[in-house]
């Protein structure tokens, strides 16, 4: 369990790359936007919201990428096995999931205390990501920020693994699998259907229990591949 912390510590060794980048470009981002908010017509509509607070979340996976790629070799040269390097970066990401829900959920009370800054802005949990309840709200922040982090792991390994050409095979055939699935919803003249299924569930269905689901199979699919990756 010791050697599970030190990993887990490790990502800490740059602390103003795994935290601050994120905070840096969604700041960047949410300045843009009350900008926007404040001198445009845009903060003269009740309800509206930008979906900005994604920066943070894309951010946060591409540091992941950038964690195993950069930490995984480091690692395997001070001994640490590859299990054990996983076990250590899933730790961090989850105690780093949670400080984002919590640190979210602050804002958007913040947020909503302040009349959405001033112009009525919904920035850090727009939509159907805001709800009434604080602890309720770190969930429904946190979630979708384990499930982007647990991508970010996973295209780590598959670069480590397979190297760029594993990288992009990845890319390519995801379009093509939602190109794909896209192609044949549309001839099946079913997007009315799959919107209706979306519209009747619920807040917690859609931001917490389908982004930890997503979370848990690509760490599944992840551990595999991490096993078999070289120095």
């Known amino acids: 369990m010791s050697r599970v912390l030190q990993v887990a510590r490790?990502?800490?060794?740059?602390?103003?790359?795994?935290?601050?980048?994120?905070?840096?470009?969604?700041?960047i981002s949410f300045a843009i936007n009350l900008a926007v908010w404040h001198l445009t017509p845009a903060g003269e509509d009740d309800g509206g919201f930008s979906g900005g607070v994604l920066a943070l979340y894309i951010t946060a996976l591409v540091v992941y990428i950038q964690s195993v790629t950069h930490l995984l070799p480091f690692a395997m040269g001070l001994s640490i096995s590859r299990r054990t390097f996983y076990l250590g970066t899933a730790l961090f990401a989850l105690a780093q999931s949670l400080y984002y829900g919590i640190a979210l959920?602050?804002?958007?009370?913040?947020?909503?205390?302040?009349?959405?800054?001033?112009?009525?802005?919904?920035?850090?949990?727009?939509?159907?990501?805001?709800?009434?309840?604080?602890?309720?709200q770190v969930l429904t922040s946190?979630?979708?920020?384990l499930a982007f982090i647990s991508v970010g792991v996973g295209m780590g390994v598959v670069h480590q693994r397979w190297g760029q050409a594993g990288t992009w095979g990845l890319i390519i055939g995801t379009m093509t699998l939602f190109g794909g699935l896209g192609i044949v919803i549309t001839w099946l003249e079913a997007w009315g259907s799959v919107g209706a299924w979306f519209g009747e569930q619920s807040t917690a269905t859609l931001t917490i229990a389908l982004p930890t689901a997503v979370a848990l199979v690509v760490a599944l699919a992840s551990f595999p591949g991490i096993r078999r990756v070289v120095p």
Do not use: K, Q, R
């Not at 205390?113 to 009525?120: E, I, M, S």
């Not at 946190?142 to 920020?145: D, I, K, N, Q």
């Open 105 to 136: 959920a602050t804002l958007v009370a913040i947020e909503n205390a302040t009349g959405g800054w001033g112009a009525g802005l919904s920035y850090w949990a727009p939509g159907p990501f805001e709800v009434d309840n604080f602890f309720l």
């Open 10 to 27: 490790l990502h800490l060794v740059n602390p103003l790359v795994s935290l601050g980048i994120p905070w840096l470009v969604v700041s």
């Open 142 to 145: 946190g979630a979708p920020m």
